[in-house]
């Protein structure tokens, strides 16, 4: 088991950037692919961004394509979420998750760990 914490989150203008943090702590990090999911009241948890182990392959939504970017540094067991040009609709609870196994995965099932989320708000 992966323990997760997230960090990060905040109030931010619209435009705005933010990054968030995940650092991962009990079983071997590196053979994990990493996810970050969003989920705002009302709605199903939404994969934003996942990272293959080795970083070789990433997997973005639509809705956030070119405006976040998602990063690992397996040495220092942290994953990170670089977000750009935020939109009030980018409001949402995100989480981060890992899966050991390789490739990437898309569905919140898919994936075994995850942390207690950060909040992140857009004000228009």
């Known amino acids: 088991q992966v323990q997760l914490v997230e960090s990060g989150g905040g109030l931010v203008q619209a435009g705005g950037s933010l990054r968030l943090s995940c650092a991962a702590s009990g079983r071997t990090f590196t053979y994990h692919t990493m996810g970050w999911f969003r989920q705002a009241p009302g709605k199903e948890r939404e994969l934003v961004a996942a990272?293959?182990?080795?970083?070789?392959?990433?997997y973005y939504a639509d809705s956030v394509k070119s405006r976040f970017t998602i990063s690992r540094d397996n040495a220092k067991n942290l994953v990170y979420l670089q977000m750009d040009k935020l939109k009030p609709e980018d409001t949402a609870l995100y989480y981060c998750a890992a899966r050991r196994a390789f490739g990437i995965f898309t569905s919140p099932r898919e994936y075994e760990d995850w942390g207690q989320g950060t909040q992140v708000t857009v004000s228009s």
């Open positions: 990272i293959s182990w080795a970083s070789d392959r990433t």
